[in-house]
């Protein structure tokens, strides 16, 4: 039953269902538009965008976003050709004002059979906020709000990259010491790193952050876990093309979020090393043996 509240979702075949249930069972009218449907979308009081990195700009740009709309990004990445993430290419790109992005510990084959979730909506918009909470939050889904709308994004590229960490560590069959040493440095440094990438150090240490990490680890399909345990037990990158695209994407990413902190990316030492295997400029025993041999700063 309908509560007045009307819907429109652009998505991709991943998000496209998911999101339709979550909406249904939060007992809304939702239109539903593949990427190549832009010109038709947004006639609902709120538009949610859920396309893969690679189709991210040109899905934007199809929209033709106005002032007058309310959009939410789900799960959106950095937009491959200029790193940006989505907010600030509708920003540079759209007369669009009012985004939020939905981010979090999201599985989408798990919202998809009616699992229990819960994610984070990120808007400086208290009508983005609350539009997105009345559509989303039900018995199945719970909504957090943020205003960090930065970190909410960031923090997807970085819990990639530290699940392929863990993944490598994993492969390597170091050992759980190491692997938890992994986690809780990796988390940590991602806060220490916020404030200098625009955002807030809570984000990674709570739902966006830590939370999306833990279920990234706890996904055996999870893309970026299972290609790092891959080379760790291998020593050798992935053969199939699809696996070479992931690590490829994730490599360009890390040097993305690398830039944006400019000389203080000394401080996210687990990323430049990540960065350093992905491109293949550090063999991996190497960045194990640098890492440990770092001198430690205060926990």
């Not at 690679?54 to 929209?63: F, Q, R």
């Not at 994610?119 to 018995?139: C, D, K, R, T, Y």
């Not at 990234?216 to 070479?244: I, K, Q, V």
Request: aromatic share 4%; charged share 20%; glycine share 10%.
């Amino acid at each position: 039953m309908s509560s007045g509240l009307t819907l429109d979702i652009v998505a991709d075949s991943e998000w496209a269902v998911p999101l339709q249930n979550l909406v249904a069972a939060a007992g809304h009218d939702v239109r539903v538009f593949g990427p190549d449907d832009t010109a038709t979308a947004r006639h609902g009081e709120l538009l949610f965008i859920a396309v893969g990195p690679k189709m991210l700009a040109s899905c934007i740009d199809g929209l033709s976003l106005q002032p007058k709309d309310h959009v939410v990004f789900v799960a959106p990445g950095l937009v491959p050709a200029t790193g940006e993430t989505a907010t600030e290419y509708v920003s540079r790109r759209t007369a669009c004002l009012r985004v939020g992005v939905l981010s979090g510990p999201l599985r989408s084959s798990a919202l998809a059979t009616g699992r229990m979730g819960a994610g984070v909506l990120a808007s400086e918009f208290e009508s983005i906020q609350g539009l997105g909470a009345e559509a989303l939050h039900s018995s199945q889904f719970r909504v957090y709000p943020s205003s960090d709308v930065q970190g909410a994004q960031l923090a997807k590229p970085i819990v990639n990259a530290l699940a392929f960490g863990v993944g490598l560590v994993d492969g390597l069959q170091v050992g759980e010491t190491l692997r938890n040493i992994l986690i809780t440095r990796g988390v940590t440094q991602a806060s220490h790193a916020a404030p200098i990438l625009g955002a807030q150090n809570t984000t990674m240490t709570g739902l966006c952050g830590l939370g999306s990490l833990l279920l990234a680890l706890d996904t055996p399909e999870d893309t970026h876990y299972a290609n790092g345990s891959t080379l760790g037990r291998t020593n050798a990158l992935p053969t199939e093309r699809s696996d070479l695209t992931v690590i490829r994407e994730l490599a360009r990413s890390v040097e993305q979020i690398l830039d944006r902190m400019g000389p203080e990316s000394t401080r996210f030492s687990l990323l430049e090393q990540l960065s350093g295997i992905l491109s293949g400029e550090t063999r991996l025993q190497d960045a194990l043996v640098e890492l440990m041999e770092r001198p430690v700063r205060q926990e």
